[in-house]
């Protein structure tokens, strides 16, 4: 029995010698399927299995074990500046190497509608380092593991003149709760990270980070990298070669 549903493609792998396991994210979270014979006729799948390409896929459960088989996809979207652009093919091998292993299990319909929008915005951008801030940001949130930047995340008050800021504890830390992990952040600082976190949108963000200064742009890409890597405990490995072509 068939059944198709939206999908972003992650991963490919060749399995014997005319097989792909492919890797998908779905609105209901990442799954493996197998495209029989993939590798032997590649008209089939032509150009639908590059990385964060938007498909339809058609999937039918098979007769044994649990790995559904790819019967086919239809083109939603295909991104094309990485194909021209080295700087975003790094990016784009960043998005899907930290998509592909931190994905939280209980994805929500809203969050790959997110994503999708995400990547086609990415086509109009031209630069990619406040895209990675923005990025990083937002997949925080999407994995429960957003900074808390408006009350202490200790005591629950919101501080009123010394702000301290700790990323082991998740955040904002008051005068009172302030420990060891904790720097000061002054005034400008906590403001510019409450407004970065109310935004949705890619352009919204790009242009709000595009007015500020080199010296803060700075704290924020450095800021919300070292969270980020922090609270998800892993370091992707396309992330040197990103910032080395940054």
Request: aromatic share 12%; net charge positive.
């Given at each position: ?235 992707p490995r396309s992330l040197r070669i990103l910032k080395e072509g940054l």
């Amino acid at each position: 029995m068939l059944f198709s549903l939206p999908a972003l493609v992650l991963d490919k792998v060749e399995r014997n010698e005319i097989d792909l396991l492919v890797t998908l994210l779905t609105p209901g979270g990442k799954i493996r399927t197998l495209a029989k014979g993939a590798q032997k006729s590649k008209r089939r799948f032509l150009n639908l299995l590059e990385y964060l390409t938007y498909l339809k896929v058609h999937l039918r459960k098979p007769q044994k074990g649990k790995t559904l088989i790819l019967e086919g996809a239809d083109l939603l979207y295909l991104p094309e500046s990485p194909r021209i652009d080295i700087a975003k093919f790094y990016f784009f091998s960043y998005l899907t190497e930290v998509l592909e292993i931190t994905s939280p299990e209980a994805f929500k319909k809203k969050d790959f509608e997110w994503l999708v929008e995400f990547i086609k915005e990415l086509e109009e951008v031209s630069t990619i380092k406040e895209a990675k801030t923005f990025f990083e940001l937002k997949w925080l949130q999407i994995c429960g593991l957003y900074p808390q930047v408006f009350e202490c995340v200790s005591c629950g008050r919101e501080p009123k003149k010394i702000y301290y800021f700790s990323i082991p504890s998740g955040g904002l830390l008051c005068f009172s709760c302030k420990d060891e992990t904790s720097f000061p952040l002054n005034f400008n600082q906590i403001e510019l990270l409450r407004k970065i976190v109310r935004i949705k949108k890619l352009k919204e963000g790009e242009t709000l980070m595009q007015g500020l200064s080199a010296v803060e742009r700075s704290f924020l890409a450095r800021l919300i990298e070292e969270f980020f890597l922090f609270h998800l405990d892993w370091e992707p490995r396309s992330l040197r070669i990103l910032k080395e072509g940054l």
